[in-house]
């Protein structure tokens, strides 16, 4: 426990000072605590020191979890999602950091729709910024007429709020450039789309997450700098 406690506390640290040397309001950017492969009990801790975001990868572990803590805390699945395994987030989850498919987002819409006492799930398009094989995610150039898609589609329960990538290990100058791009390509979906809602930025992990606060990220998720190294 005083391991967890000294490892978000330091984190916090370090984030408030990489917020503060990119000239920018704390309020603008939210930790989303990557809880995945985690314990019950390990998630417990943090979410006892006041964390209250959470990141998960897998449907599976993330029901060994959510159901056991409190109401208050705020779920995001960050991970790949199978279509047919869409109507397993509804009432666990209140975003999702990967939509990449307009088959995804119907079967999102009509999971959420059919689910009573879900209101709306909060959506951000996964990015393949880096043109990794191994990524999931649109390319850059889909993202536009994804969205024309989309949005013309019924699809009440989803809310479009930004844009999610990840960056090139190893490499800040590379991941620097793939967050700027993804920055601008969010600036330039709000616009054209007239979204003013669609203003989130999820970017920057355990190692360069500094670099993604300074390129305008609003969501950034760690998980080792809080949980340690998985064994």
């Known amino acids: 426990m005083s391991d967890l406690t000294d490892n978000l506390s330091g984190l916090q640290k370090k984030i408030q000072?990489?917020?503060?040397?990119?000239?920018r309001d704390a309020r603008d950017v939210k930790l989303i605590a990557v809880?995945?492969?985690?314990?019950?009990?390990?998630?417990?801790?943090?979410?006892?020191l006041g964390q209250i975001a959470f990141g998960e990868n897998t449907v599976q572990d993330a029901l060994t979890k959510i159901p056991y803590l409190g109401?208050?805390?705020?779920?995001?699945f960050i991970g790949h999602l199978q279509s047919k395994k869409a109507g397993k987030l509804p009432g666990?989850?209140?975003w999702i950091h990967?939509?990449?498919?307009?088959?995804?987002?119907?079967?999102?819409?009509?999971?959420?729709?059919?689910?009573s006492g879900s209101a709306v799930l909060n959506c951000l398009i996964q990015v393949n910024i880096s043109g990794d094989e191994k990524k999931s995610g649109l390319t850059p150039d889909e993202v536009h007429p994804f969205l024309t898609e989309v949005l013309k589609l019924t699809l009440p329960c989803l809310r479009w709020r930004g844009l999610m990538t990840i960056g090139v290990q190893g490499d800040e100058q590379r991941t620097r450039e793939a967050f700027a791009q993804l920055r601008e390509l969010q600036q330039?979906?709000?616009?054209?789309?007239d979204l003013p809602t669609f203003d989130?930025?999820?970017?920057?992990m355990s190692g360069?997450?500094?670099v993604a606060i300074e390129e305008g990220a609003t969501l950034i998720r760690v998980g080792t700098s809080i949980f340690g190294q998985r064994v």
Do not use: N, P
């Open 200 to 204: 989130q930025l999820s970017m920057g």
């Open 92 to 94: 666990y989850f209140q």
């Open 98 to 115: 990967s939509v990449d498919s307009i088959r995804l987002a119907q079967k999102l819409s009509s999971a959420m729709s059919g689910h």
């Open 188 to 193: 330039s979906c709000s616009a054209a789309f």
């Open 35 to 48: 809880s995945k492969t985690r314990s019950l009990d390990e998630v417990r801790s943090i979410a006892d």
């Open 17 to 23: 000072i990489c917020i503060e040397a990119a000239g």
């Open 208 to 210: 360069d997450y500094c």
């Open 71 to 76: 109401q208050h805390l705020e779920w995001h």
